[in-house]
Each structure stands twice: as C-alpha cells, then as structure tokens.
C-alpha cells in the first residue's frame, strides 16, 4: 500500500508540465526612457527622447513624469487575434501605443483625490491596426505618490491578450486547492491537539501548515484581488515574515520529532541565524525568501542526517524527501519552486507525524497491556500455588491443633485479602495503605513460619500525597522474609524509612536477619521485575532502586525524583 | 528408619514431622527438620538415610537440583510440594511419590504405605535414572536401558551402548519405581520386557531368556510363570 502511495505521488509529480507560453511577436529595440514633467508631445511616435535620463527619478508629490520605450514588432499579427500588452509598474499611469492612449490604471496626478485602487500589474489590448511589423512606440505618463524610494522598473511584455489574462488565474486555480489541503490538516492537526495537549508535534505540523496556507494565498492574492501599489511592498513583507517562521519552524519540527540532543541549544542559535539572514539580507524580497528557506533546507538535512546516524525510524524516507525538494528547488523558477519543494517537504512532515503518532499509538496500547499485566500479578500474589497452598497447609494444621488460633489466623488471611482487593486496581497508593499491606502479611507469615517478625516505620508520613505503587514494600518484604533466616532469638526486624524533601522522595527498606546463600545474584526476579515495572508505570525514568545485601541483612532503596 | 525432612515452612515442618513419627511410631529411629537447601545437601552428604521427604520451593530456591542428588542416593524420596505442575518432573527423575499441599494425614500415610508395602508403584511416569558421578550426576534415559542386576545393596544398570552404570539404589527400590515394561525375572534381574527376544526352557526346569542383543540372562523358577503370562 505505501509504495503504491509513493508511486502515485511520483506519477502525478512527473505528469506535472509548465503550460506552453505562447510565441514572442515583439522585441525591445531601446531601453526605457524617463523624464520628469508634462507635455503632449512626449506621447508621440517621432519624439526625440535621445536626451531622457535612462533611470528612473520619480518627481515629488503627484508631479508627472514620463517613461518612453521603442519596440520592434517582429511577426505580422493575424488580423483576428487579440494582441495585449502587460504592464507591471508603481504609480498611476496612462498608456500610449505609438502616441494613442490605449488603457490606465489610474488618473496620473490625482491619485490622493481619486482614490482609485492603482494596481501595479495590468493588461491592455492594442488594436491590430497598431500592430504593423517594424517599429512603435510605448509611452507612459504617470505620477508615483507611494513607495518613492523604490528602485524598481518598469516592465512591459506584448503577448496574446487571453493568455496575459488567464496564465496566473490557471496556476492560482491549482495553488488554491494546495492552499484548501493545507488548511484543512492545519484545522485536523489542531483538532487533535486540542484533544491531547501533549502532543506538541502535532500543534507545530498544524502551525506550519497553516503558516504554508497563508504563504500561498498572500504570494498568488496579487492574481485575483486588486491591491494598490502602495501595498505591494507590504505583501512582500508578510511573506518575507511568513517564510522567516516557516524556515524556523520545520527544522525545530523535526528536532522535536527526531528527539534532537541539546535542543534548546540549537533552537536558540538557530533563531539567531535565521533572525540575522532576515535582518541583515534584504537587498530583495526574493532573496530574502531564498536565504532562509535554504537555511530551512540545510538545518532540516543536518537533523535527519543525526537522525539517520542514530538509527532513528523513518529518517532515512524523509531524507530522500528533503533531496528531492532541493533538486526542484533548483530546477525550477522561484515562485514553483517554492511551492513544490514546500509541499513536500510538509509531506515529509506530514508522513513522520503519522509514524510518529503510530510509535505513541502503540507505546499507549503497551502500557495498557503493562498496567493490566501489573494489576493481574498483583491479583496473583495472594492465589499463586507457593502462597496459598503453604498457608492453607499451616491453616489446616492451627484449626486441628490450636482451633482459636486457627480462627485468628484466617481473620489475618482475611485482611491481607481484603486490604489487597483494595488496591488491586490502583495505580499509586497512600504509603500508610501500603505499610498495613505489610504488616498483614507479616501476620499471616507470623503462624506460618512462626518466626517473630517486627515491623518498623521511621520518618514521618505527613499526608496523602507521600504514594508508592501498590504492593511495591510487600514485595521486597516478602523478598526479606525469604532470602533472609532469623537471627538467634528466632526473630527478624523489618524497617521502612521514609525521607522527603523538596526534590525527591525516598524508601528505604531494611531487613535484619541472615541472608541465606549471598552467592547467588539476585536481580532478575520476578519480583524485581514487577517493582521496576510499577515505577515505570508511575514515574516513567524518574526513579532509582538499589538493593543489594548489607552486614545486617538487606537494604533497598527506592528513590523518586519530584 | 532414619527420615530427614527439608522444609521451610515451621509450621508444616512440624506438621509432617508429628505425621511422620505417628506413622512409624517405634521403626522411626531418627527424624530431623532442615529448613535451607544448604542444610539439606550437607545433611545427605553426611547421614545414613531411609527417606527424604523434600519440599521443592525452599526460600525462593529452585528444589530441582537437591531432588536429583536425593534421588541418585540409595535412599527413596518423597516430595511434598504446593506446585502441582512440577509433579510429573518430580515422577520422571524417579520419585516414590508427591503430595500434594495441603495434605492430610491420610494422603501423607498413603505415600509412606508405599514404602513399607515395599508394592510396585503404579506410576508409568519415570524418564530417567540418576546416577553418581564423580563430580556431578548424571541422567540416564530408562529408553536407554536394558536390565538391571541386583549387586549387593548397589545396582548395575546395562544400557544399550554395551555401557554399564552404578546406581546406590537397591533392586527392590528401583523396582517400585521402574513402570511395568520392566519386569522382575530372577532375584537378581530386572529386565525390559521388549528386549527380550524368546524364553529358553532347559532341563531340570532351567530357565533363561535370550536378550534382543544376544545375552542371556537366568529365570527364576518362581517368576517364570508371571513372565510367561506377559509375554503372551
């Protein structure tokens, strides 16, 4: 199923084709021509413009200036076919085609009192019958009230006047329905955020797509709203922003992902970097826009490059996404480039998200698995054979020896039973719970073994809040009472200190007695297993436990960090 | 009788200890409790024994390897356990019986009727026999053996790699816990029923049996009759 995926994403990658431009009918014979002030004249064919400064000075206020260009029509223009002549300029302005006005964006000196919206792009229709092959000439008369310290020129192309028209409208049909897709699994994402807020992957793949959305929708709004020129520089400024937060984002992403070391450490020189590209190179929008997603592109490699190093799951797919996207990045132009490269990019994120989820889905099902495997070896303490049989064994043996002693015997076996029903289904129990566990079982040991058994408990136990994962001190008593033989007078001292201060809690546990055989190593045991595994449950990796065996018998420590 | 007891639990130590003494009342000539592997092991090293009655789980302890050196020994073993499941090992490595906990006196006296009866056990469950060795014990597979010769209080198992081992238990023992394909023919041989090829009848009521691999082994007149009837 997943290489069919990949086949199908490959296929529709490789069927996707740049429309065909249509043919060049015109070719730029003179540079463009300025000068300031105002006569009719300067729209005319013959005009001498050989004294016009070749660069661009736009006059104060809504002072007039001219810009005049010669063009060679270079192919006899079917007398049918609409010919168009596209204009991308700041300022209101009015065109002149071989000295007649064909079109405006605005009225050239009145643009405060008009309130026209002056778009910078625009397309006009020149008549055929001004299209003969050989020379013309383009004039504009304009005035720029807004963004006078920008340099830019002004650019003109003749083209079929449908395609001028429609070409961007057709890419922005696509780019929009990418735009949809991101924004529904950035609203998906954040949905499930919203459910568990543990999951901050999550909330930083809804984040970027939703950065990606709004990149895509403010970089193609210019083909389908009308923006003032004014504005346009302040377009390039969100965007600029937008990719700043995109270029920070997914590698942090993928640092949090890839359980990146020292991730605060490269978060915050990461910033520094991308902050200082962002201030520091802004000769041009583009590439600004440039510098940082490449910046993007080499911390996001460097981290799964670490993570390939470290065997990490799913490193090596996202890597050959991450190659991928750079080759397009190359070969095509900036505004494609950016966008393919980004999608997959956030494909890659996308599908590291999924494997990330079904590693959490499954860790989550585990420790269900491990928390009912731990409730039912707790369950199992009091009726697996050794326990139950032996004490049924002494049981039969009181009743027909000592009946009254045998009555009190099963009221011991009665509250141990009860005691542990009670805790059967918990996960973390009061210390006090715990310690009455104990010394039932003590109890019951008592008639068993008829050893005299003393239980002691030091330090205080100030409130509820000092817990223990059930049946954790019964376990290592039970330990005690096996593994270790009485000292002379026939009895064995237990004795559990509590300690704890602002930054952990502590369990010591002590049994004095003989420890038998001290040969053997005793670590695996079932029942040390059944102690690691509660404290996992509870604490995850904040905890120690130690026991080992000391001069006057044995000692376990349990330590938990807060 | 000298009889040890290894258990760790006081209580049912003492429990078998009263049983025990009121079953053999004036036989019973020495009883002892231990109560740690250890203790055990040491005690069988050291003592003449008739009977071990072993509890398998001592202080957290696997009872499996003091139950093979009690079983290699001359004297028979009885195991008196609350794990149920480990009864049919306990059978295989050859002991006399398994009692279940918790135990009556009935259930416990049912065990040691067996020994005094000196009655084949019922029990088809024996795998192996544990022999002595010099530093360790080994098992011998009984589908690896052929007969076995009465040698004074010592036995001599043949196998069917011509080989010959020594076990410290007695014929008699060995018989009670051998199932039935091995059958008594003589006071001295206890064979394996489908090695033997045919019954040869000699004169002045001599009998022998000729053996699959070409031996012959005598026949007693008393259990000609019985060794007859199961051969048919």
């Known amino acids: 199923m997943k290489k069919f995926i990949y086949i199908v994403f490959f296929l529709i990658f490789i069927s996707c084709k740049y429309g065909e431009r249509p043919e060049l009918i015109s070719e730029k014979t003179s540079e463009m021509v300025f000068k300031k002030g105002d006569n009719k004249n300067w729209r005319l064919k013959n005009f001498n413009d050989k004294n016009w400064s070749a660069k661009k000075s736009v006059p104060e206020g809504e002072n007039i200036f001219w810009a005049r260009q010669t063009i060679r029509i270079t192919k006899k223009v079917d007398s049918l076919e609409l010919i168009g002549i596209g204009i991308h300029a700041f300022g209101a302005y009015e065109v002149f085609w071989d000295g007649i006005l064909i079109g405006k964006n605005g009225i050239p000196g009145k643009e405060k009192s008009s309130k026209e919206i002056v778009i910078p792009d625009k397309t006009f229709h020149i008549p055929n019958h001004l299209l003969k092959k050989g020379g013309h000439v383009l004039a504009l008369r304009m005035s720029q009230l807004y963004e006078k310290k920008d340099k830019r020129g002004i650019y003109s192309y003749i083209l079929n006047y449908d395609f001028l028209a429609t070409d961007k409208l057709k890419d922005t049909i696509y780019i929009n329905i990418l735009a949809g897709a991101f924004l529904l699994t950035s609203l998906y994402y954040l949905l499930l955020f919203f459910s568990d807020r543990k999951q901050f992957g999550t909330f930083l793949f809804s984040l970027s797509s939703f950065l990606f959305f709004l990149l895509i929708i403010i970089e193609y709004i210019k083909f389908y709203t009308s923006i003032h020129y004014a504005n346009f520089i302040f377009r390039l400024k969100i965007i600029g922003l937008l990719t700043f937060l995109i270029s920070f984002i997914v590698p942090y992403y993928f640092a949090i992902q890839f ?132 004490t049924l064994t002494s049981l039969i043996d009181w009743v027909e020896e000592a009946p009254e002693k045998g009555v009190e015997f099963i009221e011991a076996l009665a509250l141990e039973f009860d005691l542990l029903n009670q805790v059967e289904d918990q996960k973390l129990i009061p210390i006090s719970q715990e310690i009455e566990l104990c010394k039932s079982h003590l109890n019951i040991m008592k008639y068993r073994k008829e050893i005299d058994y003393q239980w002691e408990t030091e330090g205080g136990i100030k409130n509820e809040d000092q817990q223990i994962p059930p049946a954790i001190i019964h376990t290592l008593l039970e330990n005690g009472i096996t593994h270790c033989a009485p000292i002379e007078n026939n009895s064995m001292k237990f004795k559990l200190i509590i300690k704890e201060d602002l930054k952990k809690l502590q369990y010591t546990f002590l049994t004095y007695g003989k420890v038998r055989n001290t040969k053997k190593e005793r670590k695996g045991g079932t029942g040390f297993k059944y102690i690691k595994a509660r404290l996992n449950e509870s604490y995850g990796s904040k905890w120690k436990f130690t026991s080992e065996a000391k001069s006057h018998g044995w000692e376990n420590i349990i330590t938990i960090e807060k | 009788m000298n009889i040890l007891i290894i258990e760790d639990e006081n209580r049912i130590a003492k429990r078998i200890e009263r049983m025990t003494k009121e079953f053999f009342l004036n036989t019973l000539k020495n009883i002892i409790c231990v109560s740690s592997l250890q203790e055990g092991i040491e005690y069988i090293q050291n003592n003449e024994l008739d009977l071990v009655l072993l509890d398998l789980n001592l202080n957290g302890e696997n009872g499996f390897d003091i139950l093979q050196k009690s079983v290699s020994e001359s004297f028979h073993t009885i195991i008196i356990s ?27 006296q049912q065990a040691f009727d067996r020994i005094i009866k000196k009655e084949e056990v019922t029990t088809e469950n024996l795998q192996f026999l544990a022999v002595k060795k010099r530093t360790d014990i080994q098992l011998i597979n009984i589908n690896n053996v052929l007969y076995i010769k009465g040698a004074g209080v010592y036995t001599e198992i043949y196998l069917n790699n011509g080989k010959k081992e020594l076990h410290d238990k007695s014929l008699e023992k060995l018989s009670q816990l051998l199932p039935k394909t091995f059958q008594r023919i003589h006071k001295s041989y206890l064979v394996k029923i489908n090695e033997i090829k045919e019954i040869i009848v000699q004169t002045g009521s001599k009998y022998s049996v000729e053996l699959k691999n070409k031996e012959i082994l005598p026949v007693g007149r008393t259990k000609y009759k019985l060794l007859k009837e199961k051969m048919i």
Request: net charge positive; with cysteine; proline share 2%.
């Open chain 1, 259 to 390: 359980s990146l070391k020292h991730i605060k450490w490269f978060t915050y020189s990461y910033f520094f970097i991308l902050a200082s590209i962002y201030l520091f190179i802004s000769d041009s929008y583009d590439q600004t826009a440039l510098a940082l997603s490449q910046m993007m592109w080499f911390s996001s490699t460097l981290i799964i490059s670490y993570a390939i190093y470290k065997k990490q799951k799913a490193a090596i797919i996202v890597l050959i996404g991450l190659l991928l996207s750079f080759v397009i990045y190359k070969i095509f132009i900036y505004d494609i480039s950016l966008f393919v490269s980004f999608s997959i990019i956030t494909l890659c994120m996308f599908y590291l998200l999924s494997v990330k989820l079904k590693e959490q889905r499954l860790a989550f099902e585990h420790s269900i698995a491990e928390s009912t495997r731990l409730r039912y070896e707790l369950l199992k303490k009091n009726i697996q054979p050794h326990f139950l049989m032996n």
């Open chain 2, 82 to 108: 609350a794990n149920k499941h480990e009864a049919l090992t306990a059978f295989e490595y050859g002991v006399l019986d398994f009692v279940p906990k918790p135990f009556n006196k009935n259930r416990l």
